[in-house]
């Protein structure tokens, strides 16, 4: 079911630590920030917990643990919803790569463990996570949100499945790694979620921080956007550390859907029955 209403929702592009304990600190500084310009929801990187290439299997603690307790608070004390990345415990030594998200009385809403793992372009990201499988659609600071983490941007399937279920919003917890045409990759695949699905997309990226070379392990370009249902960048944080809040309005996803009506010209009578021919024979 679709239905009209408006919020703001912070960026916060931060740089990571390794020491969960820094890193509370700096999600509180940028959620009393955030609430200071009237947001209603502060989405944070990937990984907000410990930044890549740390021990992450020390760092990782369950959903009541001392870190998501922390966020808990800070979403209750500023009355702002929060979605961060942190990590869980999961069988066999391996962490899950989780976003939690809390609302304004610091209530847990939502914990979405990462479906689609980052094994390409040098990097094997299950070797110590352990791939979610549950898709997670919540109601947020008044909205109906969907929840992708930075390499599931790749699967259109995944946010197209998000918007099917009535998403009027999907945040996008990134640490986006560095390297050949990958900023391209970035800004054109968020871009291109919107357009598809004619929803909004708010992609909250990791920045390095400066006191910690990440030796190799992917921490992040910053590129944090807020991006409309017509694919119009409302806001790019570029690739320094910083906080932005824009308007998420869905009189504006009405106003597109209205005159592009590309998700009520789904063929699935068609390509339901390709898949599951292709997938039998």
Request: with cysteine; hydrophobic share 50%.
């Amino acid at each position: 079911m679709f239905y009209s209403a408006a919020m703001r929702v912070a960026l916060c592009q931060l740089p990571i630590s390794s020491a969960p304990a820094v890193n509370l600190g700096r999600v509180r500084a940028a959620v009393a920030d955030a609430a200071s310009q009237g947001a209603g929801l502060a989405v944070f990187p990937e990984a907000t917990l410990a930044r890549f290439g740390s021990n992450l299997r020390v760092a990782a603690e369950p959903l009541d643990g001392p870190f998501c307790r922390g966020l808990s608070g800070i979403a209750r004390d500023a009355g702002v919803a929060v979605a961060a990345g942190v990590f869980e415990p999961a069988p066999g030594g391996r962490v899950y790569n989780t976003v939690v998200a809390y609302d304004a009385d610091g209530g847990l809403v939502a914990a979405y463990r990462k479906i689609h793992l980052y094994d390409a372009l040098g990097q094997r990201e299950s070797e110590l996570v352990a791939a979610g499988d549950e898709p997670v659609l919540c109601d947020l600071a008044g909205l109906q949100i969907g929840i992708l983490t930075c390499y599931d941007i790749r699967f259109p399937e995944h946010a197209r499945a998000l918007a099917a279920g009535g998403a009027q919003l999907i945040v996008v917890p990134a640490a986006w790694a560095a390297g050949l045409f990958k900023e391209e990759h970035w800004v054109t695949l968020v871009r291109a979620r919107a357009i598809e699905n004619t929803v909004w997309v708010a992609a909250a990226g990791q920045v390095p921080d400066p006191a910690e070379p990440a030796a190799g392990a992917p921490t992040g370009i910053g590129r944090s956007m807020l991006v409309d249902p017509m694919g119009t960048v409302r806001i790019d944080l570029g690739p320094g550390r910083g906080i932005a809040v824009g308007d998420v309005d869905t009189a504006v996803t009405a106003q597109v859907r209205d005159v592009l009506p590309s998700l009520e010209h789904r063929r699935e009578d068609v390509f339901g029955k390709f898949w599951n021919f292709r997938q039998d024979g």
